[in-house]
């Protein structure tokens, strides 16, 4: 059975984006403080994938 990680980190945004592992990190803040701005709990050093997809790709409009 895969294993379905609704968690993107720091190493899977810089290689996706193509950026070092510092700023993924400095880009994930970010994400997050939306989040918790927002009202929903955050991981530190963590960005859920489905809100990853929708700020930087657009998705789910």
Same mark, same amino acid.
Request: hydrophobic share 40%.
């Given at each position: 059975?895969?294993?379905?990680?609704?968690?993107?980190?720091?190493?899977?945004?810089?290689?996706?984006?193509?950026?070092?592992?510092?700023? =993924?990190? $400095?880009?994930? %803040?970010?994400?997050? +403080?939306?989040?918790?701005?927002?009202?929903?709990?955050?991981? =530190?050093? $963590?960005?859920? %994938?489905?809100?990853? +997809?929708?700020?930087?790709?657009?998705?789910?409009?």
């Amino acid at each position: 059975m895969d294993k379905i990680n609704y968690m993107m980190t720091a190493d899977e945004v810089a290689e996706e984006l193509g950026i070092s592992k510092g700023h =993924a990190y $400095k880009l994930i %803040r970010t994400l997050n +403080e939306e989040l918790d701005q927002a009202g929903y709990l955050t991981v =530190a050093g $963590k960005v859920p %994938r489905a809100y990853w +997809e929708k700020k930087i790709f657009g998705y789910g409009d």
